[in-house]
């Protein structure tokens, strides 16, 4: 039988463990909650953006650097931690800072383990906008991660991205090496896998978590717990029909094209007919009517209607024949 664990051997297991969620805790911080991401207002022109080393729009010192690595404003430490001995003494400004993060574009105070360790763990370190493209040096926002695809996003768009995100670069939810309906998705990769080619020998899956993508590695979600949809065209094969010939259904696609454009052409030239048979009879009515007049004067010309309202009840004499 197993011997019956004490109370001091279940404390130190329970610390253990405690302990290794911190650790796992501070590795996995959220990008926006990161000191180097930290929203600052310029001291001068009063406007938002990134924690940066000198505003990105006027271009000023700030009065109070914060640190990119531990985040804090004011060195405090009287051990041996800091590069720069000032036992005794609060520094704060200028006087705090050690150097510029290449990547973040940041202050990092002059701490041996910040200045050592920001930089090979600077999560800003490849933080490229997904969308245009930009990198921390190019705009003054903060970066972002999309929830679905994790990869960077500025400020301008974050939303617009996210609220796309979830469409498939295929027109069914089928795996992409067979027929089979795909029961995970890549949400990187925007495509579809079933459970036999999830299944990858480059990227194993770890315990406890999700199969990752054969292609890029990132961790696959199920299918039907996302609100997934494919890619819609309105034009190409997806207009052609079903019972289409040829290549998925383009051969039907400018079967349809073409006949629409000669009925369109013989539309026009039954039109063109209509209006120029509306136009003969125009004249030839024209024609009739100007003979009808002529003949009506004809006849009426030796009529005599008396006296009349419009010859002003005149006295009129009959000619006598």
């Avoid at 000032?86 to 701490?111: K, N, P, Q, R």
């Avoid at 600077?122 to 990198?135: M, N, Q, T, V, W």
Wanted: glycine share 6%; with cysteine.
């Amino acid at each position: 039988m197993p011997k019956k664990k004490t109370g001091a051997r279940k404390k130190a297991e329970n610390r253990r463990e405690r302990e290794k969620q911190i650790r796992a805790s501070r590795a996995n911080i959220d990008l926006a909650k990161h000191p180097c991401n930290a929203s600052m207002e310029c001291d001068k022109c009063q406007r938002r953006q990134k924690n940066r080393a000198f505003c990105y729009f006027c271009n000023s010192v700030q009065k109070l650097p914060i640190c990119a690595q531990c985040g804090k404003t004011k060195c405090m430490m009287k051990s041996s931690d800091c590069v720069i001995k000032h036992a005794g003494v609060y520094s704060t400004g200028l006087a705090m800072v050690g150097a510029i993060c290449d990547f973040c574009e940041a202050w990092v105070c002059h701490g041996r383990k910040c200045l050592s360790t920001h930089a090979c763990m600077c999560p800003l370190a490849d933080a490229e906008c997904i969308e245009c493209e930009r990198s921390v040096w190019d705009h003054g926002g903060r970066i972002f991660a999309c929830s679905f695809c994790h990869d960077f996003l500025c400020e301008d768009d974050q939303f617009e991205h996210q609220a796309s995100c979830q469409v498939l670069e295929a027109e069914t939810f089928k795996c992409v090496s067979c027929n089979r309906l795909g029961q995970h998705s890549c949400l990187r990769c925007k495509a579809c896998f079933c459970d036999d080619h999830v299944r990858s020998k480059v990227f194993k899956q770890e315990k406890g978590k999700k199969p990752p993508c054969p292609k890029c590695g990132h961790e696959t979600q199920q299918t039907k717990d996302l609100s997934m949809s494919t890619r819609s065209l309105k034009f190409g094969r997806q207009t052609g029909g079903e019972d289409a010939d040829g290549a998925s259904g383009y051969d039907a696609y400018w079967k349809n094209l073409s006949s629409s454009k000669t009925g369109d052409a013989g539309d026009r030239e039954d039109e063109y007919d209509e209006y120029e048979a509306e136009d003969d009879d125009e004249d030839d009515n024209d024609e009739r009517g100007k003979d009808s007049d002529l003949e009506a004067t004809d006849v009426f010309s030796n009529l005599n209607l008396g006296r009349t309202y419009a010859s002003g009840y005149a006295h009129y004499e009959e000619s006598e024949d």
